[in-house]
């Protein structure tokens, strides 16, 4: 619907190669609004109007559009611009956009990004494609145990710009443990010198690192959660599913058995072949 509407009003402005002005009509729109009418755009063009952007709006816009149109516009773009594009990514989506490039290609890339998004890319392509840790993010507040409501106010004021989810905030010991979790509602209304300890909720639901997502996706919508702590087996807390990666599997499951049932095979093997 928007692509058709405002689409017209973009090309005249990549016409008269108006930086300036494709730069404002990106950051007047929402980037799922953006990414919408540049659904309508060759990967050239669309990489015309994300490079009038900073680096930190093409990742917001970039992240809406599908992935085959990702994976064809990184094939135009230079490594160093997207490189930087990709640092500005959540971590959930710059992975599940490098799981699906070539090796190579992403080798060529990491070696341009800071030391902390290469270790955290590495690691979260490590784990099985179909797992939560594939699909996790790392890119959530945890605040210590052992700690006073005041302070755990001011350390998620330092860890809010860099995290998805504030809402809910994860409470691990001195080893990284879960061990439970609490509302920001809470911690607002809690007495600053209140141990953060006695407000925390132990009866908290994780998942494992290696547990299948559909599962995960499952648990989200049997508890209704908004997010979900992923445990590695050490109970150690290593990252977050958030409801838009879970509404993701759960379209994806829903879409393979439609095609069970149209007795249709975008998979491996048909569902009526016999032995």
Known sequence: MYGRLMLPELQVLL????TAGVKEFCEALYPAVTAEILAELDSQNVWRVLSCCEPQKQAEIFQFLPLPQQIE???VISRGPLS???EEMAPDDRVDLLSRMDDEHVEELLPLMAQAERSDIRKLLSYP???AGAIMTTEYASLPENITVAQALERLRQQAPDSEIISYIYV?????????????RELI?????RPLSEITNRDVISVRVDDDQEFVAQQMARFDFIAIPVVDHQNQLVGIVTHDDAIDIMQEEATEDTYRLAAVEPLEDSYLSTP
Not at 15 to 18: L, R, S, T, V
Not at 172 to 182: A, F, N, Y
Not at 189 to 193: I, N, Q, W
């Open 73 to 75: 516009i990184v094939g």
């Open 84 to 86: 930087k594009m990709i």
């Open 129 to 131: 494609e179909d797992s």
């Open 172 to 184: 691990v010991d001195e080893g990284r443990r879960l061990q439970g979790i609490v509302s920001l």
């Open 189 to 193: 209304f809690a007495r600053p010198a």
């Open 15 to 18: 016409d008269e190669n108006d």
